[in-house]
């Protein structure tokens, strides 16, 4: 089954605006959220995601203090 070829057009008026910090919890989000995936798919385990989660969370918190 192929996939249907889908064009997206941004224009200006999507593109949100986002400032330091709602850009960095944006993109820990993302990061947290293929970890999980990683973990579901059984290419991570439960212990290694765990790991990576709290190093990420670590990460996030002292670029956030600064």
């Known amino acids: 089954m192929k996939a249907k070829y889908r064009e997206f057009v941004v224009s200006e008026k999507m593109v949100l605006k986002l400032d330091e910090q709602e850009h960095a919890a944006f993109l820990m989000n993302i990061q947290k959220s293929i970890l999980l995936s990683l973990e579901k798919r059984n290419l991570l385990t439960t212990s290694q995601c765990k790991d990576c989660l709290t190093i990420l969370e670590t990460q ?4 956030h203090k600064k």
């Not at 996030?60 to 670029?63: I, P, V």
């Open 60 to 63: 996030y918190s002292q670029n």
